[in-house]
């Protein structure tokens, strides 16, 4: 098995409504798509994002997209109204999400999107949230 | 009657692109056939800041840019038969409508028929809502979403521009299909596949490329001339989204799907006021180059209430940013951070972000800062921020942040702040009888 981060086999972006945000995750493949069912689950989210402490987290799956939907309540520090973040909408967070190391047969390598630019020791090290699914 | 309605976007937010809408009028003339250009401009506080700007001023509260929006096409619609439909009323669709046919006037255009679309300004309409009693405090709007109905029915009248304050964004494109096809309002899967249809439209460039780009990964040609998007909307309900020919951007498989999950929910219940969409066996296929097509949407019954949005005044934003490079700039960065935090101590929570090092993934309470090892970064703008009810009060971070330019850290530049009233927003629901939405012709 590789340990990839996550968009290497998939995409997604943010939306926002009120003080809850959602994050596709789009398989780039159909065969990538079981990876995502396995791997993009509530508890790895969850984790991912505690210290924004979601209320709820919860995801849905469409099979015919190959996409997963994942839904995070009270994540936004209330949102555009009174957020403090100067991303209020929290467009960026998708990109913590496709941060996430995934497990993919070796034999996917050729089939990976992008480069491998997975930084081997940079600032973000010191980030322990980068770390979060590392292990897991 | 012809079997497709083109649909396009010429704007999918309040500051948009002013110069998206033309190639898309001009590809919809080429094409031929029934066609209708939307703008969504009015974004969940838009509204309240325009019902503010009216308040001042009687003669505006609609989209402060609609002049430069409308006029460089609205010679090209009307001598073509391109409807167009938009928001762009805002908190004041009459005024709107009379700047309209201003601009007509103006270029020598024949008068347009123009219908307003009413209802959905609740306090306008008198009709009392069950309020918390949190957003009771300095109200500023309420407005139902409408749905496409009375859209549909100006349409059938004649209208050549609709003009809406609050509609769902969706029912922009769903309306002109409902007087093109005349579907029963019932028909919920047709209903469904349009309101998808408007969904994938209704954020413009966001279809076609634009909040895609990812260098190296997903790559869009061509960003500074991006294609706005055109939905070819048949009787089934599905739809085929393009673009203008020769306009940058991308409009694929992929770019797609990501816009049709855009906030979206429960896939199985997307809620606008005409239906309940359901995508749980939606097919998204590419058909050719900047050519995909979105089928097997679902439909089930609209809901009995109607979404209402109030907007109240809440309190001040104070933002102050200072800059520090080069050796131990994050040390330095960190030590102006305490010294603001012990200055404007008992205001309440100040956020603190070091730009460069951790920001916007961060939350307000500081929990992801302060989980990041202290390090040596050496280009970080902090930047902090707080909430307050009193103005004088939130004022207080600004004044902070100017004085470290003597009293902070060595090197600190750049100092910029920021002071600006915010707005709160409240959802309730009320049943839908409640709402008189409906269209009145307004002349010159």
Redesign the interface.
């Known amino acids: 098995m590789l340990t990839v981060p996550l968009y290497r086999i998939a995409h997604g972006r943010t939306g926002d409504k009120g003080d809850r945000s959602n994050i596709s995750v789009i398989a780039w493949r159909p065969e990538f798509w079981p990876a995502l069912v396995e791997q993009v689950n509530e508890a790895v989210v969850t984790e991912l994002f505690a210290t924004r402490r979601p209320i709820t987290v919860q995801r849905y799956l469409l099979p015919h997209l190959h996409a997963v939907n994942v839904v995070l309540d009270g994540i936004l520090d209330g949102g555009v109204t009174s957020a403090l973040n100067l991303d209020s909408h929290g467009k960026s967070l998708c990109f913590l999400l496709l941060d996430l190391p995934v497990r993919v047969p070796e034999e996917w390598a050729p089939l990976l999107i992008g480069p491998d630019d997975t930084p081997a020791a940079s600032a973000n090290d010191r980030i322990p949230f980068h770390d979060a699914g590392r292990n897991g | 009657m012809e079997k497709i309605l083109r649909v396009g976007c010429g704007a999918g937010f309040s500051g948009d692109r002013l110069d998206a809408a033309e190639p898309v009028v001009d590809a919809l003339v080429a094409a031929g056939g029934p066609a209708v250009l939307i703008f969504e401009t009015l974004a969940?506080?838009t509204l309240a800041l325009a019902q503010l700007a009216r308040r001042v001023d009687a003669d505006t509260g609609f989209e402060p840019l609609l002049d430069e929006l409308l006029a460089p096409v609205l010679g090209k619609c009307l001598a073509n038969g391109v409807r167009v439909v938009s928001n762009f009323g805002a908190a004041n669709p009459m005024a709107a409508a009379k700047l309209i046919h201003r601009m007509a006037a103006a270029q020598g255009l024949r008068r347009p028929r123009v219908a307003v679309v009413l209802g959905d300004d609740l306090l306008a309409e008198g009709i009392s809502l069950p309020t918390p009693e949190t957003a009771m405090h300095g109200l500023v709007s309420a407005n139902a979403y409408l749905g496409a109905e009375a859209i549909a029915d100006a349409l059938r009248a004649g209208a050549d521009i609709v003009v809406c304050g609050r509609v769902a964004d969706p029912s922009l494109v769903l309306g002109p299909a409902l007087a093109h096809f005349g579907w029963s309002l019932t028909d919920w899967d047709r209903l469904a596949g349009a309101t998808m249809a408007g969904h994938l439209l209704e954020c413009g460039a966001q279809v076609s490329g634009g909040?895609?780009a990812?260098p190296?990964?997903?790559d869009v040609p061509d960003m500074a001339h991006i294609g706005y998007p055109i939905a070819e909307i048949h009787a089934d309900g599905s739809c085929v989204i393009g673009k203008p020919a020769g306009s940058g951007g991308r409009i694929d498989e992929?770019s797609v799907?990501?816009?049709?999950?855009?906030?979206?929910?429960?896939?199985?219940a997307y809620v606008t006021p005409d239906v309940v969409a359901d995508?749980?066996?939606?097919?998204?296929t590419e058909l050719g180059p900047d050519r995909v097509r979105l089928s097997?949407v679902r439909g089930h019954a609209r809901p009995a209430t109607l979404k209402v949005h109030l907007c109240h005044q809440?309190g001040w934003?104070a933002e102050g940013e200072i800059s520090y490079a080069g050796a131990r700039a994050e040390a330095r960065a960190r030590l102006a951070a305490d010294i603001l935090r012990e200055r404007l101590a008992g205001l309440g929570?100040l956020?603190v972000?070091l730009i460069g090092?951790?920001?916007?993934?961060?939350?307000?309470?500081g929990?992801?800062l302060h989980?990041?090892?202290p390090?040596s970064?050496r280009d970080v703008r902090l930047?902090v921020?707080?909430?307050h009810e009193q103005r004088e009060s939130a004022q207080r971070l600004t004044r902070e942040v100017t004085a470290l330019y003597t009293c902070g850290p060595a090197g600190g530049g750049g100092v910029r702040t920021n002071l600006r009233p915010?707005?709160?927003?409240h959802?309730v629901a009320v049943a839908r009888e409640r709402v008189r939405a409906r269209h009145v012709f307004v002349e010159a």
Do not use: C, W
Not at chain 2, 357 to 365: I, P, R
């Open positions: 969940e506080r909040y895609y990812d190296g990964f997903k992929h799907k990501e816009q049709l999950l855009y906030e979206l929910h429960d896939p199985g995508i749980t066996s939606a097919r998204v097997g809440n934003l929570t956020r972000d090092v951790m920001s916007v993934l961060a939350d307000d309470g929990r992801t989980s990041v090892q390090g970064a930047r921020a707080l909430n915010r707005l709160g927003l959802s």
